[in-house]
């Protein structure tokens, strides 16, 4: 794995960006919604999108957000809405890869597994998939998603993808 | 993730955390359950919980010991009993987040997918969760538990855990 | 996690290591199955087995191969064969175990979770297990298996694993 070098002379290196995951993912397995956009530029791109469709170069998505305000919204809605049944969702991720892409940028991809349980259910596969993502290193050294594109195995899925991931 | 300054100037960092997980599932995914207490110190508390009763903070477990010789007693306990079928457990873990809570002290959360397989049965899903953990390092420069606490995200599952993770 | 010398000076780390693996799984969960054979020694042995087997010793696998050119007759055989309904399997691996065996030779652990996902479908487990592999390094300074044994808790998955893992 490449430690990317920047002007500094420090580097975004495996660590960090693994640092940056498992805080990302615990923030969502946690349920602390309202912290999500938060881990995203103000100019940024969020998409969950079926391998079909991503592999077709098909631009139809599951969810999508195209600035750090939609995500906002996003969360607003999700956190309105009782209609759901109560539930968990937990993420186990596997296989970080890294790419530099620039000075101030990354190229990561990562296996993504969600397993759901419904209160008093046994826990299941909600989905599985890959994360496409690119990230930003701030002026302040802060990793944040320019983009979050998540490509799912199935298509099996889009009715109850409720929670981000 | 910090590397945690030790006195002696050595740390304990991302890879030795990671390396203790890595011989402590390693060791029950193998079912060598004897040394499965050697993990703990000799003051310590194991316990597995359902999300839902964590969170309320209650303090019904679906298993729990608060000493070493309890370990070593539960293990004796799975190793004479002879009804259950007999069965694998795999376990696998992502999202290792170390937080430092004093010189010879870290505080270590993990999400956790156990994994059963019944003989000739496919594999399947027999819980998942997150480890809630305290760390000690000993004079010996060697990692211990003081606490695990495993935070179950389903209760559907009380019968089944025969064997600790 | 022990770094291991070369006799050049630098050393097999766990990061190193981790990125072999993480190639490895994502040229097969892209299905890139003609790269392949490129992770192996030209002298190699490729085996998946299950656990009651390979437990007892019996040399009896659900897949083998004994050189790096088998490899490849079994990749073209894969790609010819068009009797499977399309699918993807993603891998998933926990548990990193890494020692040394020599200065040019590293035994890896690994768990191994096979998610498959037929299209229209949800994901769902294929099987769990432990990869138990002989890795060499290259003069060159490349990683390959010299030996990858991927050891399944369950028996029931013969006639379905079509791709490696």
């Known amino acids: 794995m490449t430690a990317l070098q920047r ?26 919604l309202e912290e999500w956009p938060n881990f995203f530029a103000a100019d940024c791109r969020y998409r969950i999108i ?20 939609m995500l906002t919204d996003r969360v607003r809605a999700i956190l309105k809405t009782q209609v759901y049944a109560p539930r968990y969702c937990r993420r186990f991720y596997s296989g970080l890869r890294i790419a530099a892409a620039g000075e101030r940028e990354v190229q990561v991809k990562q296996n993504v597994l969600l397993i759901q349980t419904l209160l008093d259910k046994p826990s299941e596969i909600l989905a599985c998939g890959a994360g496409h993502d690119r990230l ?12 979050r594109t998540l490509v799912l195995d199935t298509e099996m899925i889009s009715n109850s993808i409720i929670y981000p991931a």
Chains 1, 2, 3 share one sequence.
């Open 50 to 69: 079926s391998r079909e469709n991503y592999e077709a170069g098909q631009g139809l998505c599951i969810m999508q957000a195209d600035s750090k305000g």
């Open 7 to 32: 002007s500094s002379g420090a580097a975004v290196n495996r660590d960090q960006v693994a640092a940056f995951y498992d805080a990302y993912f615990d923030t969502l397995d946690e349920g602390r």
């Open 136 to 147: 930003l290193l701030s002026e302040a050294g802060e990793l944040q998603f320019a983009d």
